[in-house]
């Protein structure tokens, strides 16, 4: 059994090559079990059972980019555009507060409203109101100076997927205007400054092969992020991929399980996509080695028009109800929501 002989691999080294990661991944089906409970088993080690919310606020869908997969792309003219103003996004965190939250995420496309000097506001002004919460920021792509000055102004974390590690993939995923290379270069900046950083990508998502995913992981292993975000891709019926299949949940539960056996205090969420394409799929997610839970905080009002991919659960809910919902989640599975900061714990040596 060559693939059992690769989990106990990568469990005592840390690593694999790219060969060894794609015979791994496509002989998943015979190590599936004990990939996840090995990987439960080290999450456990340094999390416990504990699974840390972030309250998500999708503070703006506004996008000057068109990533070919995403539902709020520049270019499609039927998303009902929408921003939060800075004391909408003050009342989330109020919101979200009361509820227990000690950790907030503001993510948003890449939206030229949100300047610098309006962004270090929001944040210098959470930072003051909150100041023992931590704050993640997901705005994209900026520079050394401007991941500096919002680091300054009270930002603790940074969530940027790389989205594919592979440059002809990347290419078949993204228009011209973007690059691969300077968005790695964002996530070695954000380091350099402090930030505990995420990055992530899509599973399944268009024209992705085994290698390319054995790539992804490789990156990941070199990037050493603190935080890894996965989901599975979702077609958008208003994107030129709206015919292209899903990603698996029993992928993404994999490739979580190999993520964490990799990087074992990793902090790894069971992302909404996943909830997505499966009633349970959440609960998966933290069974496979998953241990961060991201609800959303946004106005009900503004959640359905935050649409990447179609048919996004939760956009409906007010946060409080998400919250009661999520807890029972957890409880159902052996697990409970810690409503602290959830920061990332080092390895033990
Ligand atoms: N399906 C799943 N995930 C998507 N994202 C964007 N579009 C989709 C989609 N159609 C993911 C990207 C991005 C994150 C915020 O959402 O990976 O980085
Ligand atoms: Fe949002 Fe269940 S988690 S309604």
Not at 61 to 69: D, E, F, P, T
Not at 82 to 87: A, D, G, N, P, T
Not at 153 to 158: F, I, K, P, T
Not at 301 to 315: F, Q, S
């Given at each position: 059994?060559?693939?059992?002989?690769?989990?106990?691999?990568?469990?005592?080294?840390?690593?694999?090559?790219?060969?060894?990661?794609?015979?791994?991944?496509?002989?998943?089906?015979?190590?599936?079990?004990?990939?996840?409970?090995?990987?439960?088993?080290?999450?456990?080690?340094?999390?416990?059972?504990?699974?840390?919310?972030?309250?998500?606020?999708?503070?703006?869908?506004?996008?000057?980019?068109?990533?070919?997969?995403?539902?709020?792309?520049?270019?499609?003219?039927?998303?009902?555009?929408?921003?939060?103003?800075?004391?909408?996004?003050?009342?989330?965190?109020?919101?979200?507060?009361?509820?227990?939250?000690?950790?907030?995420?503001?993510?948003?496309?890449?939206?030229?409203?949100?300047?610098?000097?309006?962004?270090?506001?929001?944040?210098?002004?959470?930072?003051?109101?909150?100041?023992?919460?931590?704050?993640?920021?997901?705005?994209?792509?900026?520079?050394?100076?401007?991941?500096?000055?919002?680091?300054?102004?009270?930002?603790?974390?940074?969530?940027?997927?790389?989205?594919?590690?592979?440059?002809?993939?990347?290419?078949?995923?993204?228009?011209?205007?973007?690059?691969?290379?300077?968005?790695?270069?964002?996530?070695?900046?954000?380091?350099?400054?402090?930030?505990?950083?995420?990055?992530?990508?899509?599973?399944?998502?268009?024209?992705?092969?085994?290698?390319?995913?054995?790539?992804?992981?490789?990156?990941?292993?070199?990037?050493?992020?603190?935080?890894?975000?996965?989901?599975?891709?979702?077609?958008?019926?208003?994107?030129?991929?709206?015919?292209?299949?899903?990603?698996?949940?029993?992928?993404?539960?994999?490739?979580?399980?190999?993520?964490?056996?990799?990087?074992?205090?990793?902090?790894?969420?069971?992302t909404t996509a996943l909830g997505t394409i499966d009633p349970?799929g959440r609960?998966?997610?933290?069974?496979?080695?998953?241990?961060?839970?991201?609800?959303n905080?946004?106005?009900?009002?503004?959640r359905?028009?935050?649409?990447?991919?179609?048919n996004k659960i939760c956009t409906g809910e007010?946060?409080?109800?998400c919250?009661?919902c999520?807890?029972?989640?957890?409880?159902?599975?052996?697990?409970?929501?810690?409503?602290?900061?959830?920061?990332?714990?080092?390895?033990?040596?």
């Amino acid at each position: 059994m060559y693939a059992k002989k690769l989990l106990e691999k990568l469990r005592e080294e840390k690593r694999l090559s790219k060969e060894e990661f794609v015979y791994l991944l496509e002989h998943r089906e015979e190590v599936r079990e004990d990939a996840a409970a090995i990987a439960r088993d080290l999450g456990n080690r340094y999390y416990g059972r504990s699974i840390y919310p972030r309250g998500l606020i999708e503070f703006t869908n506004y996008c000057k980019n068109n990533c070919y997969y995403c539902g709020i792309r520049a270019a499609n003219r039927n998303v009902k555009r929408y921003r939060l103003s800075k004391e909408e996004i003050l009342k989330a965190c109020e919101n979200g507060y009361a509820l227990g939250y000690r950790s907030f995420v503001l993510q948003g496309g890449e939206d030229p409203y949100f300047h610098i000097e309006r962004m270090e506001d929001i944040v210098a002004s959470i930072h003051k109101r909150y100041s023992e919460c931590a704050i993640t920021l997901s705005i994209g792509e900026l520079d050394y100076d401007r991941y500096q000055r919002l680091f300054d102004a009270g930002a603790d974390r940074y969530l940027l997927r790389h989205e594919t590690a592979n440059e002809e993939h990347y290419r078949l995923l993204h228009p011209d205007s973007m690059s691969l290379e300077y968005r790695k270069q964002c996530l070695r900046d954000m380091k350099k400054i402090g930030y505990a950083v995420g990055t992530g990508f899509m599973v399944g998502s268009p024209y992705q092969t085994m290698e390319h995913l054995a790539e992804d992981l490789l990156f990941i292993k070199e990037l050493d992020p603190h935080m890894v975000g996965i989901g599975p891709f979702i077609p958008h019926h208003d994107t030129q991929f709206r015919d292209k299949p899903a990603g698996t949940v029993e992928l993404t539960t994999f490739l979580l399980s190999l993520i964490r056996i990799m990087k074992p205090n990793v902090l790894l969420p069971a992302t909404t996509a996943l909830g997505t394409i499966d009633p349970k799929g959440r609960e998966k997610g933290i069974l496979a080695g998953a241990n961060v839970m991201m609800p959303n905080l946004s106005p009900v009002m503004v959640r359905k028009d935050y649409a990447l991919y179609d048919n996004k659960i939760c956009t409906g809910e007010e946060a409080a109800e998400c919250c009661i919902c999520q807890s029972k989640r957890m409880e159902m599975i052996g697990y409970q929501l810690d409503f602290c900061r959830g920061d990332y714990k080092e390895l033990e040596s």
